[in-house]
């Protein structure tokens, strides 16, 4: 007896199509299924390796991509439901050769041991700064609670994202990304 329930090599929907996805800025096209995870694609297709592939599950936040400013796991998110909206990598952060001032405060507080967290780390401080300027510990505590780091920078980090947050509010308008 055959089991109706397998997939079949020819299923159109793991057939793989165009897409044409707006990542750091510019349109690109590329072909996969609609169902791949938007990961995959970043890394495999694109060569964009600033999103880890940690847990495939979203717990973890290695992938963490801005989607419309929102930070978002890449691991969790398929190929269609990016179509249309502005996807920014950590490597679409810097402008014109300058880091974000994010990037800047992590390396100057020595935020990263092993750096695989950082991708989803810097990610997320970047979205809370952009929806909160100033927050307060409880603030960042709570935005970053769900991007693991096993190295144990935490006490590096969060002095990273208050360094962040300083750096933006007194940078010059038009020179904070």
């Keep these: 007896m055959q089991d109706d329930r397998r997939p079949i090599a020819n299923d159109p929907r793991l057939a793989a199509i165009r897409h044409v996805l707006t990542v750091n800025g510019r349109s690109v ?10 990961l995959y694609v970043l890394r495999n297709d694109l060569a964009l390796n600033g999103p880890k592939y940690g847990c495939g599950l979203g717990q973890c936040g290695s992938c963490t991509v801005l989607v419309d400013g929102r930070a978002m ?3 969790a998110i398929p190929l ?12 679409g952060l810097a402008e014109g050769g300058r880091l974000h001032p994010v990037q800047e405060a992590f390396i100057a507080e020595n935020a990263a041991q092993c750096g ?10 970047v979205a809370l700064l952009a929806a909160d300027p100033d927050p307060d510990e409880a603030g960042i505590r709570a935005a970053l609670r769900g991007n ?3 190295c144990g920078t935490h006490i590096e980090i969060l002095r990273a994202v208050r360094s962040a947050a300083e750096r933006l509010r007194t940078a010059p308008r038009g020179d904070a990304a």
């Design 29 to 38: 096209a590329v072909e996969a299924a609609p169902a791949t995870r938007l």
């Design 73 to 75: 796991r890449s691991c």
């Design 80 to 91: 269609r439901a990016a179509v249309g909206r502005r996807i920014t990598t950590l490597e």
């Design 116 to 125: 695989y967290c950082l991708n989803g780390m810097i990610m997320t401080t």
């Design 148 to 150: 693991l780091c096993r």
